[in-house]
């Protein structure tokens, strides 16, 4: 089966830097999210790429898609110490279960101040 | 809007109790879908509901977990004798038929611990 796997499982930088965390996936995709978790809390939608897609922004978010090499990646630039929080991206293989999401493991950002 | 209300947000339970997980989808959306967090996991879908029909249940143990999404009220999951191996983040998240870009809605789970 498909899963989304986030890499670095960490990442701990300085207020005002940009945070980069990947995504890889093993089978064919339709789309492909992130989401934030924030510490004991739900998740929140971020931005989703389809994958005839490569890239898409989204106010501090910049999400690239590279289908030949079944990877993501998400930027957050310039970023804040609210930005500290889990963040997954899932992926739905499409056809007829386009709604069962695969998570991956998640990045632990944290932006220190 | 309310958003996708869970609750309880916290609930302990003995083993061998029953466990029931409320979840109201956001307002105009007719589809729930259930997900299981065990720590340092990501989330595992469990089972994809419309009112008065499971769609898909692929991802529920054959024993002792059900689910439901009536024509009035919320969604319930429910766990039967629950055992330690129960204790994990559970969260609901909805959609209209067609999620389109804007994703899923989750809630903000319901954390069960079994003692």
């Known amino acids: 089966s498909q899963q989304g796997e986030e890499d670095p499982q960490a990442l701990s930088i300085q207020e005002g830097e940009n945070a980069t965390m990947n995504c890889s996936y093993k089978t064919s995709i339709n789309n492909l999210q992130w989401y934030r978790q924030n510490s004991g809390r739900g998740l929140v939608h971020l931005i989703l790429i389809r994958s005839n897609e490569r890239e898409k922004h989204s106010g501090r978010l910049r999400v690239t898609l590279d289908t030949s090499k079944k990877s993501s990646s998400l930027l957050i630039t310039a970023s804040r110490a609210a930005d500290t929080a889990s963040y997954f991206c899932?992926?739905?293989?499409?056809?007829?279960?386009?709604?069962?999401?695969?998570f991956g493991k998640g990045t632990l950002l944290t932006v220190n101040p | 809007n309310a958003g996708v209300m869970q609750n309880p947000r916290h609930l302990v339970r003995r083993r061998g109790q029953e466990a029931r997980l409320r979840c109201s989808p956001m307002?105009?959306?007719?589809?729930v879908y259930w997900y299981r967090q065990l720590p340092e996991e990501g989330l595992k879908f469990m089972v994809y509901l419309q009112k008065e029909n499971i769609i898909d249940e692929s991802g529920m143990p054959k024993e002792r977990f059900s689910a439901e999404f009536p024509k009035e009220g919320p969604s319930i999951l429910r766990i039967q004798q629950v055992v330690r191996g129960d204790s994990a983040a559970y969260f609901c998240?909805?959609?209209?038929?067609?999620?389109?870009?804007?994703?899923?809605?989750f809630g903000s789970g319901t954390r069960l611990t079994v003692v």
């Open positions: 307002k105009g959306h007719s589809h």
């Open positions: 998240a909805s959609s209209p038929p067609t999620p389109g870009s804007y994703g899923y809605t």
């Open positions: 899932a992926t739905d293989a499409g056809g007829g279960s386009n709604y069962k999401l695969t």
